[in-house]
């Protein structure tokens, strides 16, 4: 377990840590939950804003894990397959929570699961002969705005919402658009294999 692997596992941690925040019912159980109020009309349940630090941590453990495994050769088999998965949980979880907790439209978090799930079995069947299937530009771009997107939404998208701006809303609309663009991409390169 190199460092690289105990960041990668780090984030998954953090994941569980996120969706016991977003999902525990603390008004249940008769816990009151901070609200802030911002401008008389907007109002931020604490939960998300605490979610939001979580998922940014988060976030940074996956550029940190792999710059480490690369700049001290650490790479191993269980770090790739563990960093895909720690990815995957993250992102879909929080979507998933978002999309059913009224945030983001329910196309969202489908088109991102479904493109994932498609990538990610061409990449098994390409890998099985011998070939690795590196990361397309669009497919760097499309984690990068996920990430700033689902980031903002956590955030309330503050502070554009206090000039009416979906920055949020936008950017996982980009993120879903790249994302069928670079499992087209996926899908082009490595038909070979497949076929």
């Not at 002969?129 to 530009?137: D, H, I, M, Q, R």
Request: charge should be positive; glycine fraction near 6%; hydrophobic fraction near 55%.
């Amino acid at each position: 377990m190199n460092l690289p692997n105990k960041l990668t596992m780090a984030r998954i941690f953090l994941t569980f840590i996120i969706i016991f925040v977003l999902l525990f019912p603390f008004s249940a159980m008769g816990m009151n939950v901070t609200q802030i109020f911002v401008n008389e009309s907007i109002v931020i349940d604490i939960r998300y804003l605490i979610a939001g630090v979580l998922f940014v941590i988060a976030s940074l453990t996956d550029c940190v894990d792999g710059y480490v495994a690369r700049k001290y050769n650490l790479i191993t088999d269980f770090g790739k397959m563990i960093d895909a998965i720690a990815d995957k949980i993250l992102v879909n979880a929080v979507l998933i929570i978002l999309c059913a907790q009224g945030f983001i439209h329910p196309i969202i978090p489908v088109v991102i699961i479904v493109r994932d799930t498609i990538v990610d079995s061409i990449k098994m069947v390409a890998g099985s002969k011998g070939n690795v299937v590196a990361a397309s530009s669009a497919g760097k771009l499309k984690t990068l705005t996920m990430m700033f997107g689902i980031t903002l939404t956590l955030f309330y998208n503050m502070p554009f919402e206090l000039w009416n701006l979906h920055i949020a809303d936008f950017l996982l609309i980009v993120a879903s658009v790249l994302s069928v663009i670079s499992g087209i991409q996926y899908y082009h390169v490595n038909k070979k294999f497949i076929f």
